[in-house]
């Protein structure tokens, strides 16, 4: 079975600072990854996707991701954080397969930006 | 412009009223997906469509029923309101091959 687990509930960070936001994948084949991002009183919005081709995924706003099969890891990166990153980030993972477009969520990181 | 549609986005609502949550999408999708959201939580579905006439019930077990009678819209129905029902509700569809969901921006709903 398919699962994730983000590894901090929450994240402060100060503005210019770098942010990294953890998330490890259980999958028993190849699995395509994602990053939404929830900002408050708005829908989710795709960062980025992996999807077995580069391993390092590039996304909107300046955020990345690296896909490391050897950790399970699909840890989100920022070079500098803006005031406007302050969000909620969810890790998610393609949990079905042929049809059935399943995707199961991680719990969530909230992400906090100091001035 | 392409994009996936929700009304309301709040709703305040007495105990054993119905209603519906209703989403609309203009992007061609056939799949379709209701998703329950409780604060600070994760994101759990609870019914997805295929295509028109197909629905199927998600991993979280709900008392809401939806129906897909065109291809852009699904709506969500719940007969009589309680306040267990309290959460946001995400609609999110997807074109055919595609993996990735696209969202609509959520109903709050508060059942006193």
């Known amino acids: 079975a398919q699962s994730v687990t983000q590894l901090d509930s929450h994240v402060s960070v100060s503005e210019g600072t770098p942010v990294l936001l953890r998330c490890n994948y259980s999958?028993?084949?190849?699995?395509?990854l994602f990053w939404y991002v929830q900002h408050p009183n708005k829908g989710l919005q795709l960062l980025l996707k992996?999807?077995?081709?580069?391993?390092l995924v590039k996304g909107i706003n300046g955020f990345e991701a690296e896909f490391k099969k050897s950790e399970t890891s699909f840890h989100l990166t920022k070079p500098s954080a803006h005031m406007s990153d302050a969000a909620e980030y969810f890790c998610?993972?393609?949990?079905?397969?042929?049809?059935?477009?399943?995707?199961?969520f991680g719990a969530g990181t909230r992400l906090a930006v100091h001035p | 412009e392409a994009d996936i549609y929700q009304t309301p986005r709040y709703l305040v609502i007495g105990t054993g009223k119905k209603i519906t949550l209703e989403c609309s999408q203009t992007?061609?999708?056939?799949?379709m997906y209701w998703y329950q959201q409780d604060p600070g939580m994760e994101l759990h579905l609870i019914h997805y469509?295929?295509?028109?006439?197909?629905?199927e019930k998600g991993d979280l077990s709900s008392e809401s029923t939806v129906s897909r009678i065109r291809t852009e819209h699904f709506p969500l129905t719940l007969e009589s309101a309680r306040p267990s029902h309290t959460s946001q509700y995400l609609c999110?569809?997807?074109?055919?091959?595609?993996?990735?969901?696209?969202f609509g921006p959520g109903t709050r709903l508060l059942v006193l």
């Open positions: 992007m061609g999708h056939d799949k």
């Open positions: 998610v993972v393609r949990g079905g397969t042929g049809g059935y477009n399943k995707l199961i």
């Open positions: 992996y999807t077995s081709a580069a391993t």
């Open positions: 999958s028993s084949y190849s699995p395509s």
């Open positions: 999110a569809s997807s074109g055919t091959g595609e993996e990735t969901q696209y």
């Open positions: 469509s295929y295509g028109v006439n197909s629905t």
